[in-house]
């Protein structure tokens, strides 16, 4: 990562510079926090605790050039009371965009987001998941990358140059949400020679027609998903290794609106990953798709009411790394629209060939101008020992986040 | 009627200096030609930037506040383009609302969620839903366009010194919240004073009064504050509009999802 850095600011920053004629405007802002997770149940394995405390800390410092060119620093931190792993540092963004008239250039470090659906997302490929901040996927590391950018009446092009791999992180010895055996990220394996340095390449090609958007792209290079095998660490003790493989990715993302209905699918054909049996490749495809109905202004109040119902597919059944392979998933969102911004989501996701459900609550709300309080709770319910998730079968959490925004 | 005969009817009344209270037109007629005139008086301003502040009361008096800035790109023949920003409460600071309105049909939404990096397509049917929590409905800030109600003169009234015409407007539109509105518009430069909602129910819902307009470009009125009370709730939303620049130069690029994306 050091030497990404060096290369970054020997890049960046002096295009930065050259751009700049006179800064438009300065900027910082940003959020810390305070979270508390509980988890009601006795864990499974040695070391892990039953509850944890942990501050983090997103500071966001924008400088806007007269163009409307413009230099983005995100920083981010935890420190965790719990899981040594799950204290860590990642540059979420450190960016430079050139705004052209006829393309935009981003250079630096970013996070780029393309899913549609709810409650899985599938085609994200860009960034790797930063897995200790939370289990449900949504938390990125940042991407070290170079994007180009057309946007055009025909629709917006976009090309990716991916120089540099962050491996994703997974919680410790300490941690819960994690398998029997650690995962040990210190000796992460590669496909290629290049390791992390191996030059991955995307394209995307996404429009708007009307009621309809959609996107596809094409992605080739170090897969964002590692496989695992097992070994041993310094200590003699077995662990699992993640190994992070060369694929081929066509991946697909619509949305449809009709009146209160929005309709949405994401699909992947991925070609030279392996799968829950070792590193033999499987060539798969995988997708989810459903709706989301919004009730507005139910019972004559001001509330929404959405209901999302998705199906989760992926053809490597039993064999697939991850637990949706074969699931439906029901959410309910409340949307009070007071002054607060309060928000409700309840969800529920179930297996089909068997018993297993994975249940969520996700409560928010503002206080006062500057604060917010957020109530996460999830419970993994009768995971049989072929499960996915059947290590975090006890890994039932209530999560409280109070953050102060700056 | 269709509306090209009325648009004729109107320009030559508006032309030939007679007042609309000439016999020959229905309140129908009346109605739908001071909307083609206060149209005809808004169009061409091609684009504009301002900052607001709404501030939020509930009956007990507390108070939120969101600073928010807009952008509007002026669609000839259809409703404009909208780039909304919110800056507070911080939050939901980069937050970017971006809506192609249209006379008639849906209008086409994306959200912009800053913290996901995600552009989210919102069905926009709901038109009656308040706006960030406040006493404005999407329906409310969406650019007014003539097919967008049917019209009828009710009466001419003097308002806060100013001889007006007040117009009963019913949604043509699917999705409102509203069964009517009755507008209180100035005879001497089309600017809309007042506006009492009518529930579902048709029971006075809200009323919004305009203030501290100020004329731009010559031609254009604008107002500095926009104020919106619920009668049903005691609620309240002060609008207060503040930096307007006129014809700065946007086009359809600063309106799609790219620009939602790296919004400020």
Redesign the interface.
């Known amino acids: 990562m050091k030497r990404f850095l060096v290369t970054f600011f020997a890049l960046a920053v002096p295009l930065a510079l050259m751009g700049e004629r006179a800064a438009l405007g300065n900027e910082l802002s940003g959020y810390v926090e305070g979270e508390v997770r509980l988890y009601p149940e006795s864990p499974n394995f040695f070391g892990q605790r039953d509850q944890s405390a942990s501050f983090a800390i997103q500071p966001e410092y924008y400088h806007e050039l007269e163009n409307g060119s413009s230099f983005t620093f995100v920083p981010f931190f935890r420190l965790d009371s719990a899981d040594s792993e799950r204290t860590h540092f990642d540059v979420r963004e450190l960016t430079y965009l050139w705004l052209h008239d006829d393309f935009e250039l981003r250079l630096g470090v970013r996070k780029v987001f393309w899913g549609v659906t709810e409650v899985l997302h599938l085609v994200d490929i860009i960034n790797l998941t930063d897995l200790v901040e939370n289990f449900d996927e949504e938390q990125m590391l940042g991407q070290p990358m170079a994007n180009l950018s057309f946007a055009r009446d025909w629709g917006t092009l976009d090309l990716f140059v991916l120089p540099y791999f962050r491996e994703r992180t997974f919680p410790g010895n300490k941690g819960r949400l994690r398998f029997g055996l650690v995962v040990d990220t210190d000796q992460a394996q590669y496909e290629s020679s290049a390791e992390e340095w191996h030059t991955d390449w995307a394209a995307r090609y996404s429009h708007t027609l009307g009621d309809w958007d959609f996107g596809l792209y094409y992605f080739i290079g170090t897969s964002r998903d590692p496989s695992f095998t097992t070994g041993t660490d310094g200590a003699g003790n077995p662990v699992i290794l993640p190994v992070y493989q060369q694929i081929q990715q066509t991946g697909l993302d619509v949305s449809y609106v009709v009146g209160n209905w929005l309709w949405k699918l994401e699909a992947l054909y991925r070609k030279g990953q392996g799968d829950r049996r070792g590193l033999t490749r499987n060539d798969y495809v995988a997708a989810t798709g459903g709706f989301e109905y919004t009730f507005t202004g139910i019972f004559g109040s001001r509330m929404d009411l959405g209901v999302v119902a998705e199906y989760l597919f992926d053809d490597r059944k039993d064999f697939a790394l991850t637990p949706f392979e074969n699931d439906v998933a029901g959410a309910l969102r409340l949307a009070v629209n007071d002054a607060a911004s309060s928000e409700l989501l309840f969800g529920w996701v179930q297996d089909i060939d068997t018993d297993a459900r994975f249940l969520f609550l996700e409560a928010s709300r503002r206080l006062g101008d500057d604060w917010t309080l957020e109530l996460e709770i999830r419970t993994f319910l009768d995971q049989p020992p072929a499960d996915f998730l059947f290590a975090l079968r006890d890994d039932d959490l209530v999560q409280l986040v109070l953050q102060y925004h700056f | 009627m269709n509306i090209t005969k009325v648009l004729i009817v109107g320009l030559i009344l508006v032309g030939a200096g007679i007042p609309f209270s000439a016999a020959a037109m229905t309140p129908q007629e009346k109605g739908l030609a001071i909307a083609v005139e206060d149209d005809k008086r808004d169009n061409g301003f091609k684009d504009y930037k301002a900052d607001a502040i709404m501030i ?1 009361k ?1 009956r007990q008096g ?1 108070e ?2 969101r600073y928010l800035r807009f952008k509007t790109l002026e669609v000839q023949g259809d409703g404009d383009k909208n780039l909304t920003v919110f800056d ?6 980069k937050t970017a609302f971006l809506s192609f309105t249209h006379s008639l049909d ?1 209008d ?1 939404q994306w959200l912009f969620l800053p913290a ?11 038109k ?3 706006f ?2 406040s006493e404005f409905a999407y329906e409310d800030i969406t650019s007014q366009e003539v097919k967008k109600y049917t019209y009828k003169w009710l009466r001419d009234e003097e308002y806060q010194g100013h001889k007006s015409f007040v117009v009963e407007q019913v949604p043509a539109y699917e ?1 409102s ?1 509203y069964t009517r509105r009755v507008v209180w518009i100035d005879q001497d430069e089309y600017r809309v004073l007042k506006v009492d909602f009518y529930d579902r129910k048709d029971s006075l819902l809200k009323t919004l009064t305009y203030d501290g307009y100020h004329k731009y470009l010559n031609q254009y009125w604008y107002p500095d504050e926009m104020y919106m009370v619920n009668h049903q709730t005691g609620k309240s939303t002060q609008l207060s509009w503040k930096n307007y620049t006129f014809q700065t130069g946007l086009t359809d ?1 600063h309106f ?3 620009s939602l994306k ?1 919004a ?1």
């Open positions: 939020l509930n507390d939120s506040t507070k409460p911080r939050d939901i600071k849906n086409d996901l990096k995600r552009v989210k397509r919102i069905s926009s049917s709901n009656s839903g308040p960030v929590g999705n919240g690029k799609n999802k790219n790296r400020r």
